[in-house]
């Protein structure tokens, strides 16, 4: 039987020991474990912020229970649903908001793009008047709406004041049906036309130049270029800008609340504001639930399939 190799290096100054750790030293954690360390707050944090009450909004979607009122909620199924689907009113509000939302993103898509196509030509002051058109999408939606509710007010207001000068008449802007809701469309795409137009500029500063260079080689024209190279290539990241705008006009509650209060009468008063009606004016805290499940689920459906017309444009 052969003698055992002492555990030695032709080097003297480095030892080879085999002997394992000690029992009270620490371990460092795997890729795994430092990963569940780093997420674990934020995922935590998600779950109690988001998810919670999504779920316990969904919960009391099938009951009557009122904030103001004493004693257990009482389970009523769909009763809150089938109430609401079946609805006049919420015919009405869902139609306010649709005429809302179309009107003011198909503004928003058009007066953005056109904006970011007149700057993407110009090859001196770009980064001033960038800069210059983004600084309404970056005020406060409370203080745009105290902002246009001075201007737009019907006495004491600039607008009026303004077309008084010229010898028109003045205009109820916010306290006439007819006007109420154009004044809020004119409103939200003053501040939000920016986003489309930098969304926009950003398409059309990334088509690439030589494509632009063969079509004037090839002498076509201004309009053959921009149907044929720029909306093409611009044309679904405009489509992404859309859907983020219609969301979030979907979702409108501040300008309406700032501005109008729903009114004259509920000619803009829009789902969000109705929902903040019912549930802290009525105290009507299942109804409101059953809306607010109804809105995401409404959201969801639309985003997916615009979500996979977005796939197929890009896959055609």
Do not use: C
């Not at 109690?48 to 009450?53: L, R, T």
């Not at 859309?242 to 509650?253: D, S």
């Not at 009606?277 to 809105?295: C, P, W």
């Amino acid at each position: 039987m052969s003698d055992p190799v002492p555990l030695t290096t032709d080097d003297p100054g480095q030892v080879a020991s085999a002997t394992p750790p000690a029992p009270g030293r620490s371990r460092r954690l795997g890729d795994r474990g430092l990963a569940v360390a780093f997420i674990s707050p934020a995922l935590l944090l998600l779950l109690a912020m988001s998810v919670f009450p999504l779920l316990w909004a969904l919960y009391l979607s099938f009951t009557d229970y009122s904030a103001t009122r004493g004693g257990p909620a009482n389970f009523v199924g769909f009763g809150n649903y089938t109430a609401i689907l079946t609805s006049a009113q919420v015919h009405a509000r869902a139609l306010t908001t649709l005429v809302y939302v179309v009107g003011a993103v198909s503004l928003q898509t058009g007066l953005g793009f056109t904006i970011a196509y007149l700057i993407s030509r110009r090859t001196h002051g770009r980064g001033a008047l960038t800069t210059l058109f983004l600084v309404p999408m970056m005020l406060s939606p409370v203080v745009v709406g105290l902002f246009w509710r001075f201007m737009l007010d019907a006495q004491f207001g600039v607008i009026n004041s303004m077309l008084g000068s010229v010898g028109l008449g003045q205009v109820e802007w916010l306290t006439r049906q007819r006007t109420a809701l154009v004044s809020l469309i004119v409103v939200d795409t003053w501040q939000w036309t920016p986003f489309i137009m930098l969304i926009a500029l950003a398409g059309l500063t990334a088509v690439p130049k030589y494509l632009y260079e063969a079509a004037s080689i090839d002498r076509a024209s201004e309009w053959f270029r921009f149907r044929t190279i720029t909306l093409p290539l611009v044309w679904p990241l405009l489509l992404i800008a859309v859907l983020f705008r219609a969301i979030e006009a979907f979702r409108l509650f501040d300008l309406v609340y700032i501005l109008t209060s729903g009114g004259p009468g509920v000619s803009t008063e829009t789902l969000s504001f109705h929902v903040y009606k019912v549930a802290f004016l009525g105290f009507n805290t299942g109804t409101a639930s059953a809306y607010g499940i109804l809105m995401v689920l409404v959201v969801v459906v639309l985003t997916q399939l615009y979500l996979r017309y977005l796939n197929k444009l890009k896959e055609g």
